[in-house]
């Protein structure tokens, strides 16, 4: 059975905090991924695991709000 999509779609908004100098190439990847170019940007994103992924590998870095 499909999943029906709703308007009422769980959203997080996650802010750069601290620089990609000095991360593994891995981690620098993972911010442009997320969106995220200069320290003090905040981005907005649906809350799946994908994303969630994504910022628990740069947990040190960004900051979360849900």
Do not use: F, P, W
């Not at 997080?12 to 969106?35: C, D, E, P, Q, Y």
């Amino acid at each position: 059975m499909a999943k029906k999509k709703t308007d009422k779609s769980k959203k997080v908004n996650v802010t750069l905090v601290r620089s990609t100098a000095g991360s593994i190439m891995k981690h620098k990847a993972t911010v442009r991924a997320l969106g995220l170019r200069k320290i003090g940007q905040t981005v907005e994103h649906t809350d799946n695991e994908k994303i969630r992924g994504m910022i628990n590998s740069v947990q040190h870095l960004v900051k979360v709000e849900e």
